[in-house]
């Protein structure tokens, strides 16, 4: 017998069952296992399953390190207008384009998810808000001006990304995502093709004056 299995055997064995059920596998194999558990097989970026740990990694990586980290939530514009118009094909191919030239055009130093469906993530360590809305509009420029091709169709896809620091405009991992969230909202709504930084407005007055008094 193996060392491999008779330390899974002693393990399997002992009281607290340090091991339930093992199994032999080779490594080829159990990097395989990781892979589809972490990378998103269509675009090739990280999937949803890794995001909350990266996201604590590097909020812990931030905080001994007293610097900023900048999340942007991207989103393709219409993107159910194309599916709906040209199959779901010609979507997985945006999608798959789109994923490479998101993994093309960041740092090194960055990380790109696919967060789901439509929607990206993109996590910039030592990232203030200039420079990170500064990267975001020349990706979102690049998408804009490349022609997604296929079966003689061209394509012409637009992104919004809405954009939060942390700890500039929030104080926890869940506040950072739901802040992006808000300005991507806003984005949007300004008419998409846009990326926007959170605004904390917290008025006290009305947008407009009044044009008599108010009687109480």
Not at 52 to 63: E, P
Not at 136 to 151: A, C, M, Q, Y
Not at 168 to 185: G, M, P, R, V, W
Request: glycine residues 6%; charged residues 25%.
């Amino acid at each position: 017998m193996s060392l491999v299995a008779i330390i899974c055997d002693y393990f399997a064995n002992q009281e607290n069952k340090l091991i339930n059920h093992p199994k032999r596998t080779t490594l080829e194999h159990f990097d395989s296992l990781v892979n589809h558990s972490t990378i998103d097989r269509l675009t090739g970026l990280f999937n949803r399953n890794c995001f909350n740990d990266t996201l604590t990694h590097l909020l812990a990586l931030t905080q001994r390190e007293d610097s900023e980290l900048s999340l942007v939530l991207l989103d393709l514009d219409d993107f159910k207008l194309v599916n709906d118009t040209y199959g779901h094909q010609m979507g997985d191919m945006v999608l798959h384009k789109f994923g490479r030239l998101l993994s093309s055009a960041i740092r090194k130093s960055d990380i790109a998810l696919r967060y789901g469906g439509e929607e990206f993530v993109i996590l910039m360590p030592n990232t203030n808000h200039k420079d990170a809305l500064m990267l975001s509009n020349r990706i979102r420029l690049n998408v804009k001006n490349t022609p997604f091709r296929e079966n003689g169709t061209n394509l012409h896809i637009s992104i919004s990304g809405g954009l939060a620091v942390y700890p500039t405009h929030a104080k926890t991992a869940d506040e950072l995502i739901y802040f992006a969230d808000s300005a991507l909202y806003r984005a949007k709504g300004a008419g998409k093709n846009n990326i926007k930084v959170f605004k904390n407005e917290r008025r006290h007055y009305l947008r407009v004056p009044l044009v008599k008094n108010i009687k109480i």
